[in-house]
């Protein structure tokens, strides 16, 4: 295979000398749940500085449909919850990190009712939805399939609230600055104010996931895996970058949005047929449209072959169309927009990339390999998830390492020798764009393509191996160019991701969770250990999972 071809440390230019300073005691990058419950957690003594690209409104948690999974029922169990998110993560979960998790849910669902967010209720209890993979309802929701907006709702309403909080909207993090191995704030960029160094005594990263690298996608359109290139860059470690989840039920209308529809309305008996009608899943999983996502979208993409059709159908005509338009009013309104009934017509889905299982390797409170940084939510691989993450386990994830990253920053601060504040001798000379224009979209485009077509929810060794070819041509020239906005440093941050999944996926050799290889159709024993990355090294390298590869599901 191709050697990488290694880009610049900095994507752009700046020198100390010519460009405005801040100082904060935390500073941190994203603003969905994870970043918000982090900046919640830090200690009100010190300063929080939180940078979102886009407004506070735009993040893959705002849209968060399902809900967040947690053990509340008194006839559920929390080793019923362990168990599910063991069995779906394919051999390759960190037991005590799932065993933590689960146990914490109850404390962050009490904390988010308490900060106002109003879950849907029935009798006067907390209404329970089941998803793909659960073997209880455990599914605390709200707003019927709107949750992420709730929760973010009050989230956001008690951010606005702490005095010791700025919010930075409408801010890119261009980079992290790293001063003799350790993680010193970062480089961001505002298109009224320009760049500005931040200095920080501790970093967060929470710029979420990287759906958008496919053509086919659930997520906003920031999701384009900021934060993983940003950690590429400073060297921390990324693991697990040949997992992305994609998502079997997304809404697919020639020139509509590629919404989701939520894996709750298979839990509440939503049929998948194939253009025929013919329901398909019992054929593949006794478990039938409540299998685990992976199975499901693979179901889905052998039928859509054997059918010649370039979709399946989400059928609810024999479930009750009052009880359907309650529980899924935004699915139903997004339908209706394109003259279908929800209730009654067959709704035309497809797989499309959802979720970005891999991502910066955390400790159990959120510290990457890189002193100084720390990162919770769908940029990091904390070991919850292992080769496949369980419906509504992410905005658990999220608030819970949120919670944790916040607090064990705020203790290193307070509790450490005192930081040294100075601004280092960092400069970064870069020269000009000596390449001439550059069609940045026909790039993004051809990448998004080409990232569904031979990275998708079935690759080969052999069409891998294509990919790695054409990425790493376009990373020779368009990493080493200077840009001067977004549109250019969100493309290069785009391939550096891109050929991180491409070159883990074709590395591991075998079909395991979210990752199925078609020339290697079974999982290995010796295969159950991660794969992990650290930009300088010329090789990945096999990592082994902390309980030996001991599974207890
Ligand atoms: C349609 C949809 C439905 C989902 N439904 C559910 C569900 O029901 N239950 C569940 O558990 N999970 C669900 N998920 C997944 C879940 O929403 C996400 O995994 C989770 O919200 C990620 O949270 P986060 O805080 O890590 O990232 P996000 O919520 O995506 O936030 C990322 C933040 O980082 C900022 N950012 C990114 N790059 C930069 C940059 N370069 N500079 C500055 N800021 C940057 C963004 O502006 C944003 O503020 C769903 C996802 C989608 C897309």
Redesign the pocket.
């Known amino acids: 295979m191709t050697g990488m071809f290694e880009g610049p440390r900095y994507l752009a230019a700046f020198g100390p000398k010519r460009v405005p300073h801040c100082f904060t005691d935390v500073l941190v990058?994203?603003?969905?749940?994870?970043?918000l419950r982090a900046a919640l957690a830090v200690d009100p003594r010190l300063s929080v500085t939180v940078?979102?690209?886009?407004d506070l409104l735009?993040?893959?948690?705002q849209?968060?449909?399902?809900?967040?999974a947690s053990v509340v029922d008194p006839e559920d169990r929390f080793d019923n919850h362990v168990a599910d998110t063991l069995a779906a993560g394919g051999g390759l979960c960190h037991n005590e990190v799932v065993e933590s998790v689960v146990h914490e849910a109850p404390q962050r669902i009490a904390e988010l009712i308490a900060w106002g967010t109003k879950f849907d209720e029935r009798d006067g209890a907390l209404a329970l939805g089941r998803e793909g993979g659960h073997s209880h309802h455990r599914i605390v929701h709200a707003l019927g399939d709107a949750?992420?907006r709730e929760v973010m709702r009050a989230i956001i309403e008690r951010v606005r609230g702490q005095e010791n909080l700025s919010l930075w909207p409408g801010?890119?993090?261009v980079d992290l600055l790293t001063h003799e191995g350790r993680c010193r704030g970062a480089l961001v960029w505002h298109r009224g104010h320009g760049k500005t160094l931040v200095w920080a005594r501790r970093t967060i990263l929470?710029?979420?996931?990287a759906?958008q690298i496919y053509r086919e996608s659930?997520?906003p359109e920031?999701?384009v895996g900021?934060?993983m290139a940003l950690a590429w860059r400073a060297g921390c470690e990324l693991r697990d970058m040949e997992f992305m989840q994609f998502h079997p039920t997304v809404l697919y209308i020639a020139g509509g949005s590629r919404s989701?529809i939520?894996e709750a309305v298979r839990g509440a008996g939503a049929w998948l047929v194939d253009r025929e009608g013919r329901r398909f899943m019992p054929d593949f999983d006794p478990r039938a449209e409540l299998a685990p996502r992976d199975i499901v979208s693979r179901a889905i993409s052998v039928v859509m072959a054997r059918t010649h059709h370039s979709n399946v159908y989400l059928d609810l005509s024999h479930l009750d169309p009052a009880e359907v338009v309650v529980r899924f009013p935004g699915m139903a309104q997004i339908c209706a927009k394109f003259g279908l009934d929800l209730a009654r017509d067959r709704i035309p889905v497809r797989p499309g990339a959802?979720?970005m299982v891999g991502g910066a390797t955390i400790d159990d409170v959120g510290r990457t390999t890189l002193p100084g940084l720390y990162a919770a939510?769908?940029?990091t691989s904390s070991g919850l998830h292992g080769a496949n993450r369980l419906a509504?386990?992410?905005?658990?994830e999220?608030l819970v390492y949120g919670a944790r990253a916040g607090a064990s920053a705020s203790e290193e601060i307070l509790g450490g020798e005192p930081d040294d504040f100075r601004v280092p001798p960092l400069s970064n000379p870069r020269v000009s764009d000596a390449y001439g224009p550059l069609d940045v979209e026909d790039i993004r485009n051809s990448l998004r393509s080409l990232m569904w077509r031979h990275v998708g929810v079935e690759r080969n060794g052999q069409t891998l191996g294509e990919a790695v070819e054409t990425v790493e041509g376009w990373c020779r020239y368009v990493l080493p160019r200077q840009f001067a906005d977004p549109a250019g440093w969100q493309l290069q941050n785009m391939l550096e991701v891109a050929r991180l999944m491409i070159r883990a996926a074709a590395v591991r050799c075998e079909t395991r969770g979210v990752h199925v290889r078609r020339d290697h159709p079974t999982s290995l024993d010796h295969w159950r250990q991660h794969i992990a990355w650290q930009r300088g090294r010329a090789e990945p390298w096999m990592e082994p999972l902390p309980s030996g590869g001991v599974v207890r599901a």
């Open positions: 990058l994203g603003g969905g749940v994870a970043g940078v979102t690209k886009d735009t993040s893959s948690s849209w968060a449909q399902g809900g967040i949750t992420g801010t890119f993090s929470a710029t979420g996931g759906g659930t997520n920031g999701a900021d934060g989701l939520t959802h979720y939510g769908e940029v509504s386990n992410s905005l658990l999220g």
